[in-house]
């Protein structure tokens, strides 16, 4: 079946504007997680949704961030007023979450370039 | 707070030679362990985790506890090995990933 779908692949944008990130998870994933990966790093957590709601946004590096998922399937990852130093990979993975550990399956990843 | 330590950001071997990548990490409970693997122009995925104790692609990782430490060993090394590797952390399960900062594997023919 179809894996972790993201879009854009790639956005390219100006310092100060505001730009919209989609995850369409696996079917049936109730749990969805963003990551950001910068360059020479590791992902780090952002946030992550359980359903509609978010169970765990700590990772979220300021108020500029923000994700939502209406309706527990699809999610996007709004940023505002963008930063050069938020241009990075941002990865989304889903997983089953069906009781014990659930395996998270990513997606390829959008890269955000801020001029 | 939790953290993975991965000493080495680049690992070069001849193929055939064993390799070892190295993962350490701090957390106060019991975690589960992780190794991702992303190959040239793919998406990050799943290698292999402590709790199953598989050996995945000719890889094997043992949990130390007492040293901290996971590390990622293959007796012979292949061409296709190479990849950017990624040890991780869950706290518990279903909870964001720990990632290390990654260790690029080549192995030269």
């Known amino acids: 079946g179809a894996g972790v779908s993201q879009t854009p692949s790639n956005k390219v944008t100006e310092k100060g504007k505001y730009v919209e990130l989609r995850c369409d998870p696996i079917?049936?994933?109730?749990?969805l997680y963003w990551y950001r990966q910068s360059l020479g790093q590791g992902p780090e957590f952002l946030i992550y949704f359980q359903g509609t709601g978010a169970a765990d946004d700590s990772g979220l590096p300021n108020d500029r961030f923000f994700a939502v998922r209406p309706e527990g399937s699809v999610s996007t990852l709004k940023i505002q007023r963008t930063e050069r130093g938020d241009s990075a990979v941002y990865l989304c993975?889903?997983?089953?979450?069906?009781?014990?550990?659930?395996?998270?399956?990513f997606g390829p990843g959008t890269r955000l370039t801020v001029l | 707070a939790q953290r993975v330590t991965q000493p080495e950001k680049l690992l070069s071997v001849f193929k055939g030679a064993p390799v070892e990548l190295k993962c350490n990490y701090s957390y106060s409970g019991s975690p589960e362990l992780f190794w991702y693997v992303q190959y040239s122009r793919q998406r990050l995925q799943l290698l292999l985790r402590?709790?199953s104790r598989e050996s995945i692609k000719g890889f094997t990782a043992d949990l130390n506890k007492g040293e901290t430490s996971f590390h990622l060993k293959k007796p012979f090394a292949q061409e296709e090995d190479s990849a950017m590797y990624y040890c991780?952390?869950?706290?518990?399960?279903?909870?964001?990933?720990?990632f290390g900062k990654g260790t690029r594997l080549s192995v030269i023919a």
């Open positions: 991780a952390l869950e706290r518990s399960g279903n909870t964001p990933l720990v």
């Open positions: 402590h709790i």
């Open positions: 993975a889903s997983s089953l979450n069906s009781g014990g550990y659930n395996e998270q399956f």
């Open positions: 079917s049936g994933h109730t749990a």
